[in-house]
């Protein structure tokens, strides 16, 4: 009785709210393709696969053999369209899990295909780059221009092992 009127409770907060309320096979079939600009997004966690003795336990049958969790993809977005909008239609369009924090230009991508930051040690986690250059924003502040390559990788050594060693300056 108590489940009952609790999914009751919920279901009117959703609706009074204004929620949407989706079954994830309704989210994953919405596509959201838009008539804008196009960017190539990959995701990538190879640097895991030379550090498995460091992955967290449990945590081998989300690491793909090659490391490759999404080949380079297309996406088209909307003109002011950024980073982290790149990386959540293509997860969407591939039904790839995803999870962040914070909220507008303070957007921080805590996982990726249920590989998190510290999953592989306390200087692991994801990073990400534009046209191989690593931004010194947050990937919800940085706008993408038609044509551009978005590269999500999995740093084991806080950057060193992708290209983007930190150096404590801006």
């Known amino acids: 009785m108590k ?34 600009m196009e ?20 945590l081998e049958s989300y690491v793909p053999n090659d490391g490759v969790i999404l080949k380079p993809y297309k996406v088209t977005l909307d003109e002011n369209a ?11 369009q591939n039904k790839i899990q995803f999870e962040y924090t914070g909220t507008n230009a303070d957007i921080y991508i805590e996982g990726i295909a249920n590989l998190y930051e510290f999953s592989c040690g306390q ?3 994801w990073e990400y780059c534009i046209n191989d250059v690593f931004p010194s924003v ?4 940085y706008d993408l221009q038609d044509g551009d390559t978005v590269k999500f990788l999995y740093t084991c050594d806080l950057g060193a092992d992708i290209g983007n060693e930190f150096t404590g300056e801006d």
């Open 3 to 36: 489940t009952r009127l609790l999914l009751l409770v919920l279901i009117v907060t959703a609706i009074l709210c204004g929620c949407s309320v989706q079954t994830p096979e309704e989210y994953y079939s919405e596509s959201s393709q838009k008539d804008g």
């Open 123 to 125: 200087l692991s986690g």
């Open 138 to 141: 947050g990937c919800n502040a």
């Open 82 to 92: 950024t980073a982290y909008d790149a990386l959540s239609e293509a997860c969407k």
């Open 39 to 58: 960017v190539t997004i990959s995701i990538n966690c190879s640097t895991i696969l030379n550090n498995m003795d460091m992955l967290e336990s449990g």
